[in-house]
């Protein structure tokens, strides 16, 4: 008796208070997420929670589940159809924060299904090059990632991985033909960048590959 005054309460709260209804589910859905809960993710969108809901800050759950490299969310969020291109405040896609976090299974999942490799402004590959995920960058570049992709600042994926000092990504994007000599709107090379963050062997590197002293 007990169970079911509680689902006859449920039911009266859903037709007097919609709106209360309806952002619990939603909050519900974004906990889900972020804790991997996959049986949960799965029933609320087989009620027909929206899979492009977003959290305040503009995430969507494919974002998020991205981003943590949660693999089965990621499976679960890409069968009901999201937009897998959307951006969230600061213009990042879902495949620029895994390729960011280095989570190489859901960057292929992303690939496999459509995702947009090359964009205006920050690109997937930029985000690898940054943090040295050379595995993806590989993925990407397969993919026919912009090895020459430029930033609204003028920078470029070797930019990004000389400046962190990642020797093995300043080699794998060389050997894919990286502009070495590609400057800045301030005027800057990747040479000039290596240089004032003392970065010795990328310096030279560079300078090998037909860098300009």
């Known amino acids: 008796m007990k169970r079911r005054y509680g689902w006859t309460w449920a039911l009266v709260c859903a037709a007097l208070f919609p709106a209360a209804v309806a952002a619990g589910v939603y909050e519900d859905m974004i906990h889900a997420v972020r804790n991997g809960d996959e049986k ?15 959290t305040p ?42 390729a960011l976090r280095g989570h190489r299974e859901v960057v292929r999942l992303l690939l496999e299904r459509g995702a947009e490799v090359n964009h205006p402004g920050w690109t997937p590959l930029m985000y690898a090059a940054v943090n040295n995920r050379v595995e993806i960058a590989r993925l990407l570049i397969a ?4 090895i020459n992709a430029v930033a609204e600042n003028g920078t470029t994926p070797l930019m990004m991985a000389a400046r962190e000092g990642h020797l093995q990504m300043v080699n794998l994007l060389l050997d894919h033909g990286a502009d070495v ?29 037909g860098a300009e002293d």
């Open 57 to 98: 800050e503009g995430e969507s759950l494919l974002m998020l589940a991205a981003k943590e490299g949660k693999t089965g969310l990621v499976k679960i969020l890409l069968a009901a159809n999201p937009r897998i291109n959307a951006r969230n405040a600061h213009g990042e896609t879902a495949l620029m924060l895994a």
């Open 40 to 54: 949960t993710a799965a029933t609320l969108l087989k009620r027909g929670v929206d899979v492009d809901t977003v």
């Open 143 to 146: 993919r026919n990632a912009d």
């Open 181 to 209: 000599n590609h400057k800045t709107k301030f005027g800057y090379t990747a040479l000039e960048v290596a240089r004032e963050r003392g970065m010795r062997q990328i310096a030279e590197a560079l300078i090998k590959a």
